[in-house]
């Protein structure tokens, strides 16, 4: 078993910074990928960054420029650099890691919440 936990969330104003942490702990063998995802009440869970084993990185439209996905694999951590924060990214963040042994497996974290006044 794979655990993560987040952190980093909090209350900021528009046009303010966060930075999300991710620490993952446990049964790692393989990281494939790690992924950042959001969801606001009464929408589905999106998708905000992903960063490959390789170091290709994906990003959401919605934040390119203003968010940065990096890892630190020697603290197996990886994080969300949040910058020029708008209302509308005002949501639950969840990280996710895809480990592989044999098969592909999918982790989640509990979630950390980012409220972004206006």
């Known amino acids: 078993q794979v655990q993560l936990v987040e952190s980093g969330g909090g209350l900021v104003q528009a046009g303010g910074s966060l930075r999300l942490s991710c620490a993952a702990s446990?049964?790692?063998?393989?990281?494939?990928?790690w992924g950042w995802y959001r969801q606001a009440p009464g929408k589905k869970r999106e998708l905000v960054a992903s960063i490959t084993r390789g170091g290709n990185t994906n990003y959401a439209d919605s934040v390119k420029g203003r968010f940065t996905i990096s890892r630190d694999n020697a603290k197996i951590t990886v994080y969300l650099q949040m910058n020029t924060l708008k209302p509308e990214d005002t949501a639950v963040y969840y990280c996710?890691?895809?480990?592989?042994?044999?098969?592909?497996?999918?982790?989640w974290g509990q979630g950390t919440q980012v409220t972004v006044s206006s």
């Open positions: 446990g049964s790692i063998f393989s990281i494939n990928a």
């Open positions: 996710n890691v895809e480990c592989y042994s044999g098969s592909y497996t999918t982790y």
